[in-house]
């Protein structure tokens, strides 16, 4: 009897001292949509390919509307749908996903507190 307890009560504790491993998180297009752009929701961009944030029947046409794969790229580093050939996709967001850092290369005056703002060289200077 005793043989049979040690071996179960050495199981329950290793069970108790072992880390908690952090779940990744899923989102649907759907929900996708609701924090891009509140009251849209996913369409086919027919010039891109893409699912767009809109509520515009043609989205693109006009106005260049937000899309599902831009937007998590840029909010949650690291994310990917879970089929990358339904543009619908739910899509899953590791845990620690964070923001993209934003882009260096162009700075206001104000941010710099110098005379003029500083972008990337694209012509040469006279």
């Known amino acids: 009897m005793i043989r049979l307890i040690l071996p179960a009560t050495a199981a329950a504790c290793g069970l108790l001292m072992m880390p ?3 779940a990744d998180t899923t989102m649907t297009a759907a929900e996708i949509c609701s924090r891009v752009a ?5 369409k086919i961009n027919p010039f891109s390919g893409n699912a767009s944030c809109t ?3 043609v989205p693109g046409l006009f106005m260049a509307a937000p899309s ?3 937007w998590m790229a ?3 580093v690291g994310s990917y ?3 990358p050939s339904n543009p619908f996709s739910d899509w899953v967001i590791p845990d620690g996903a964070h923001k993209a850092p934003s882009d260096p290369s162009f700075r206001w005056k104000g941010d710099l ?3 003029w703002k500083t972008c990337p060289p ?3 200077s006279y």
Request: hydrophobic share 20%; charged share 20%.
């Open 68 to 70: 599902v794969k831009g």
């Open 81 to 83: 749908p879970v089929d």
């Open 38 to 42: 509140p009251g849209t929701g996913p």
């Open 20 to 22: 908690m491993a952090h």
């Open 74 to 76: 840029d909010n949650y």
């Open 55 to 57: 509520n515009a029947p």
């Open 122 to 124: 694209t012509s040469p």
């Open 113 to 115: 507190n110098e005379e």
